[in-house]
């Protein structure tokens, strides 16, 4: 059985809880880390074994307040993993957290919606 994935957050890295048992997969917070290569791997690594026995359906929940621009070049990458593997019928869905004013957080996730081939929702918090 694979072991959940939790990394606590910092001020520069995100919250991250991906769960094998209920197939949700999220990350929070803020996502400004000094080696973005290094945590995103991490994930990337996870991924990797999961897919090989996933859920029947897999959530991936992002809510970021902040990213920067190593990080976005990294969420992409995490995106398009996720999209080899729904092309593969391994069902999955995206859903993008954003604040009502938060207009960067939007656009990113707009574009990342326009890029990606996978069930992607753009959700609304307050």
Known sequence: ??????I???VKTPYVNFDPNTGILKITGRSIP?????F???LFDWIEKYFKNPQQETTIEIQLEYINSG???????F???IQDFHLQDKKC????Y????DEAVFELGKHYQSLINVPFELIETY
Do not use: A, G, H, R
Not at 34 to 38: A, I, K, R, T, V
């Open 1 to 6: 059985m694979m072991k959940e994935l939790v």
């Open 8 to 10: 606590e957050k910092t």
């Open 34 to 38: 000094e080696n973005p290569e290094e």
């Open 40 to 42: 995103y791997n991490k």
């Open 71 to 77: 990080s976005s070049k990294f969420i992409l990458e």
């Open 79 to 81: 995106f398009q993993l």
């Open 93 to 96: 869905q995206i859903n993008w």
């Open 98 to 101: 954003y604040e009502e004013d």
